[in-house]
């Protein structure tokens, strides 16, 4: 399959952040406009599958987990401060923490993995799967279980073969629709009414994501940083804006 074509990396982490902005403009400014959060559901598997592909595509794991740590700290003040309204909300962590604790599971199977026994590998893959479970309720981190999980379905699935396409597509669905569920919307169509699961919007992020090709695109070392920094500035832009809309 010809690399040049689909979207690059670059595309992704740009609509990523586009989407991710959309969602919290909803929860701190424009709640009327539903419309941003539906959206916003694409953002977190996009995330969830580049933090996959960052992993796999560094030269330097340290220097990659190191930089997430940083991040995570860096942010989590202004993430509490959207989410709690106080620089100190120990009830819920950034999504950087999320992701940290799905790679130190991903680490723990690659180690099994390096043992070269099968079993081992299996026993491992299901205890990720557990303690991706038990800790994302535990540690309160963003999406909660189904947030570390989802990271592990895009490393579990990671291939471009068919039945990658469909684990991801069937997991997904589980985390999102049965696990996360959420707020319905009732559509009418053709005559018909149907209920739609606002967090069942998520499965749109695997469209972009199945056009990925591996190209990496725009790389300057400026813009990864700016996608570092994005997170933890636009929460704090986003949190000064309400502070100053509700006097």
Known sequence: MDSKKGISSFGLHVLAMA??????????LLPAQEWLTCIGRIAFPIFAFMIVEGLNHT???????????????????????MYGST????????????FLLAIALILMIEKA??????WLTVAACAGAVLLGTVLGVV???????????TVLVFYFFRQRTWWCVLGQLVCLYYLN?????GYYYEI??????????????????L??????????GYHKKWFQYFCYAFYPVHMLILYAAYRVAVG
């Open 87 to 98: 620089p100190f909300y120990p009830y819920h962590q950034n999504v950087i923490w999320t």
């Open 177 to 181: 629709v049965e696990v996360l569920g």
């Open 59 to 81: 030269h330097d794991r340290k220097q990659y987990l190191k930089r997430l740590l940083i991040f995570a700290l860096i942010s989590e003040i202004p993430f509490d401060l």
């Open 19 to 28: 989407l991710m902005l959309c969602d919290h403009l909803w929860a701190m």
């Open 207 to 216: 469209i972009p994501i199945w056009l990925y090709r591996g190209r990496q």
């Open 113 to 118: 993995k390096s043992a070269g026994k099968r």
């Open 139 to 149: 540690t309160m981190v963003d999406y909660f279980a189904p947030g570390v999980l």
């Open 188 to 205: 009418e169509l053709f005559g018909h009414s149907f209920e739609l699961i606002q967090q069942s919007l998520a499965l749109l992020a």
